[in-house]
């Protein structure tokens, strides 16, 4: 009988996916394509690629070894037909199935070229649900439904009792849903975490990194830290390390910043949940297993469920609720071009050195990093969304459409009005001096607020309210700055701006050839 085929794509590398599901191994073949338009729609750091063709490589491998049929197709295939439409059209040739049977995909685009399958071949083409994720679309729709302002701390809620995780009947362990309030210190002199492990390169991994070199070498980033887990045992070591040696004081440092030391007390884990080496609720209970028995406290591991069932499930059903419109949002009117500086690393600002520094050689930063450092530079020096949306999307190695764009669009621009955010993530340099040892040894003073010298995050952050001032001088979180603001006169009003536009001034903006 003609075989089922299963198209399986590069963030889909889970052995219980959807469409493999009730399947028989003899009557069914796996399709798995390394495809230029993937590589290329932005010019992906080098270690993302290299981390996905290495994962979809040993992922095919494990599929093989357990009896499955898996149609492999490489980049360097002569007649490679570049694109997922095109690849599965010649599978089609190959194969002759009488089914296609797929997993909806993360992004938008993808989804967009998917919903022309069933027109464009010749047998019919299933698309199902993406049952990784503890909500599903649909289920998200029917939350959001008639809700102006989608906050997540409930949408967080209902996922704790749809889960159970951290319940006390029916109420949360502890009697607080969240222990954000504890999770706010700043680090302590010479603070270090164990590091996270890292996978040297086996032989595919090695093939890989040769290839993406060759084909892939003007694209931003360096390879030579390459440590990803690769696999699922290895996404599984990496988990459990993070458990034993860095939960516990994940929720304390969770927005602390350190000059080199660039995990903290980070998971790491976001690059394997996102190629689907790791099941996140898996994750979180065995987080909650580690509070139960008393080896982590409950301010870590409820910070960190609240990343996984909150946050990261939070923003995948924001940004299908609201796409396509969300990719062109753009509510504060921001046009300014990104300024070179964000690829080079080429800056006295020495917290968007580290960050920009980190984020080259790892294909990571964390997440105070990415919001309080570099997103708040890019929303209070008014860049244009698109800019930065792509910067992100370029540069980490668990960049996807579905989950980059809310943080950035949403959560550090504040480019959707403030559906997500009920104020914009601004702050002046105080903020970052506080949460980390950046300013100290900075060319720049955080202490002096205008003028040659004065960290530009200052002046930035007054000319930011001072422009927006319409917006949110009525928003209860953040309206009565303005007092501070008229108290200090129009004298000092005007030096802010002078030293802001003097500073946007001098920024070199940068060449577009870093994105495509
Ligand atoms: P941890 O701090 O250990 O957190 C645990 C897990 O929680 C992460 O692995 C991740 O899966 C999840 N998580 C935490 N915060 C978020 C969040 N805001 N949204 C979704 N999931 C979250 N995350 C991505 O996976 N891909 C991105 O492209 C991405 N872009 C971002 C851009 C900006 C501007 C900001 C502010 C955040 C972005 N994030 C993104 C969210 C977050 O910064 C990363 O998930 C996190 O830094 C990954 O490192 P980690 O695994 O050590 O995370
Ligand atoms: C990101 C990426 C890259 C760089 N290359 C491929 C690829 O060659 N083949 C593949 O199946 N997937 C790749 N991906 C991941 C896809 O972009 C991702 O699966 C879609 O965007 C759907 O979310
Ligand atoms: Fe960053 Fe300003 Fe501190 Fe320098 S002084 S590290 S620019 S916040």
């Not at 696999?231 to 927005?255: N, S, V």
Request: proline share 6%; net charge negative; hydrophobic share 40%.
């Amino acid at each position: 009988m003609a075989p089922v085929l299963v198209p399986i794509l590069g963030d889909q590398l889970t052995r219980s996916l959807a469409s493999l599901r009730g399947l028989a191994k003899d009557d069914t073949v796996v399709l798995m394509m390394e495809v230029w338009d993937e590589a290329t729609y932005v010019k992906h750091h080098k270690q993302k690629i290299a981390l996905i063709f290495s994962a979809m490589r040993h992922f095919a491998t494990e599929l093989a070894e357990a009896g499955w049929t898996v149609d492999y197709v490489r980049l360097d295939d002569p007649d490679n037909a570049g694109s997922f439409t095109g690849e599965v059209a010649r599978a089609i040739e190959r194969q002759s199935p009488r089914l296609v049977r797929v997993v909806e995909p993360g992004e938008w685009r993808v989804a967009q070229a998917m919903a022309e399958w069933a027109d464009k071949f010749p047998c019919p083409v299933e698309i199902l649900p993406d049952d990784r994720f503890l909500c599903s679309v649909a289920e998200f729709g029917e939350w959001a439904e008639g809700r102006r302002q989608l906050r997540m701390e409930f949408f967080y809620r209902e996922m704790r009792r749809k889960t159970g995780l951290l319940m006390d009947g029916a109420g949360p362990v502890g009697g607080q849903w969240n222990y954000d309030a504890e999770n706010r210190k700043p680090p302590k002199e010479g603070l270090a975490a164990p590091p996270a492990p890292k996978f040297a390169p086996d032989a595919i991994t090695a093939e890989v990194i040769a290839l993406v070199e060759a084909r892939f070498g003007d694209h931003f980033g360096s390879l030579d830290r390459f440590g990803w887990p690769v696999t699922a045992a290895q996404a599984e070591q990496a988990a459990e390390a993070f458990m034993a040696e860095r939960l516990p004081r994940f929720g304390d440092y969770q927005d602390a910043m350190v000059h080199g030391e660039d995990d903290l007390f980070h998971s790491l884990l976001s690059t394997s949940l996102n190629l689907g080496l790791l099941d996140p609720l898996d994750l979180c209970r065995r987080a909650e297993a580690e509070y139960r028995a008393g080896r982590a406290p409950l301010n870590a591991v409820e910070g960190f469920v609240r990343q996984i069932i909150g946050w990261r499930e939070y923003v995948r059903g924001f940004y299908w609720h609201l796409m396509p419109g969300l990719a062109d949002a753009n509510a504060l009117g921001a046009t300014r071009p990104l300024p070179e500086f964000w690829w080079t690393g080429d800056t006295r600002m020495r917290c968007m050195a580290d960050c920009i520094r980190s984020t080259h050689d790892n294909a990571h930063a964390h997440h105070i990093q990415r919001l309080m450092v570099l997103g708040n530079f890019a929303l209070l020096a008014g860049i244009d969304p698109r800019a930065v949306q792509d910067w992100f999307l370029v540069v980490y190695a668990d960049a996807y459409d579905w989950v980059e764009l809310p943080n950035v669009a949403a959560m550090a621009l504040y480019a959707d009005g403030g559906r997500l955010a009920s104020k914009p993530y601004a702050a002046s340099g105080n903020y970052i001096n506080k949460m980390s040892n950046y300013c100290g040894k900075c060319a720049y003073s955080v202490t002096k607020k205008t003028g040659e010298g004065a960290c530009p995050f200052n002046a930035l952050y007054w000319d930011f309210m001072d422009r927006h001032r319409k917006r949110f001088e009525a928003n209860p979180r953040i309206g009565r700055i303005y007092g501070t603001w008229d108290k200090m006169g129009p004298e000092k009003q005007r030096e802010y701006r002078a030293s802001a536009k003097t500073f946007l001034d001098g920024l070199e903006p940068a060449n577009p050839n870093w994105v495509r």
